[in-house]
């Protein structure tokens, strides 16, 4: 059984900066893709940023490209969100959330490509 655990998450100001953590197990991850998302109530999910466990290619929604930072630990199986100059607006739950990406062609900045998500950990930027 898959299992992604986020943590990281937290109160900080204006300008800030934060990284968020996501540990995976349950199987290996070969073709696979960790992506981050975020969700404010009553928003619909965001795409932030995806990172491809072989290989190691990432891309980025445009509001982040600059500030954000998606890397991965093989050896541990894990995956940062690093998050410099954050915004109020940036305000959510984010989440990671994984599955078979690359094998099966789905688009990476996609939820529904996504099979296996984390509960989410909370990010909350004052001005």
């Known amino acids: 059984q898959v299992q992604l655990v986020e943590s990281g998450g937290g109160s900080v100001q204006a300008g800030d900066s934060l990284r968020l953590s996501c540990a995976a197990s349950?199987?290996?991850?070969?073709?696979?893709?960790m992506g981050w998302f975020r969700q404010a109530p009553g928003k619909e999910r965001e795409f932030v940023a995806v990172i491809f466990w072989s290989g190691g290619t990432t891309d980025y929604a445009d509001p982040v490209k600059g500030r954000f930072t998606i890397s991965r630990d093989n050896a541990k199986n894990t995956v940062y969100l690093q998050m410099n100059s954050l915004k109020p607006e940036e305000t959510d739950v984010y989440y990671c959330?994984?599955?078979?990406?690359?094998?099966?062609?789905?688009?990476?900045?996609?939820?529904?490509?996504?099979?296996?998500w984390g509960q989410g950990t909370q990010v909350t930027v004052s001005s």
């Open positions: 349950g199987r290996t991850f070969n073709g696979y893709a």
């Open positions: 959330a994984t599955g078979p990406v690359g094998v099966e062609r789905r688009n990476p900045r996609h939820g529904g490509s996504y099979d296996y």
